[in-house]
């Protein structure tokens, strides 16, 4: 066979096999992403029912991806995040932006917005819910 039908050969396998190796990667960091559809609800609503039964309500949304809409309230700025505070009336809800593609987003809106994020719902102290890996809608 000659020389130049061999390394044709040999590339193709290489790049198969490359192919291969990387479907197979995103494959299996992918594999845990569910397509769910995230939970659609106000800030105060959310605060209304972790009020009535905080447990339930962190068992219920604790961890999954939620579409919050509410009024904002207060705007921080940290060293490596945003936090938007959304009124909830009983609780404010903490609203934490860690991607440095929303930051842009985040100096766009001011006091009395009202804005929609997609985000986890992460923990409820006695004044705040927090939720994190938040992106604007």
Same mark, same amino acid.
């Given at each position: 066979?000659?020389?130049?039908?061999?390394?044709?050969?040999?590339?193709?396998?290489?790049?198969?096999?490359?192919?291969?190796?990387?479907?197979?990667?995103?494959?299996?960091?992918?594999? &845990?992403?569910? &397509?769910?559809?995230?939970?659609?609800? +106000?800030?105060?609503?959310?605060?209304?029912?972790?009020?009535?039964?905080?447990?339930?309500?962190?068992? +219920?949304?604790?961890? &999954?991806?939620?579409?919050? +809409? %509410?009024?904002?309230?207060?705007?921080?700025?940290?060293?490596?995040?945003?936090?938007?505070?959304?009124? %909830?009336?009983?609780? &404010?809800?903490?609203?934490?932006?860690?991607?440095?593609?929303?930051?842009?987003?985040?100096?766009?809106?001011?006091?009395?917005?009202?804005?929609?994020?997609?985000?986890?719902? /992460?923990?409820? /102290?006695?004044?705040?819910?927090?939720?994190?890996?938040?992106?604007?809608?």
């Amino acid at each position: 066979m000659p020389r130049f039908i061999k390394m044709w050969l040999f590339s193709a396998l290489v790049s198969l096999m490359a192919l291969g190796m990387w479907k197979g990667l995103e494959w299996y960091y992918n594999k &845990d992403l569910e &397509d769910t559809v995230a939970i659609e609800i +106000t800030a105060q609503d959310l605060a209304i029912l972790y009020e009535q039964d905080s447990t339930l309500s962190t068992y +219920t949304y604790g961890g &999954d991806r939620i579409l919050l +809409t %509410g009024v904002v309230i207060d705007i921080r700025e940290s060293s490596d995040h945003y936090t938007v505070v959304l009124d %909830g009336n009983i609780y &404010d809800i903490d609203i934490v932006f860690s991607d440095s593609d929303e930051f842009n987003k985040v100096k766009s809106i001011k006091n009395g917005d009202t804005i929609t994020i997609n985000g986890k719902i /992460s923990g409820f /102290s006695i004044l705040t819910i927090q939720v994190i890996d938040c992106y604007f809608e």
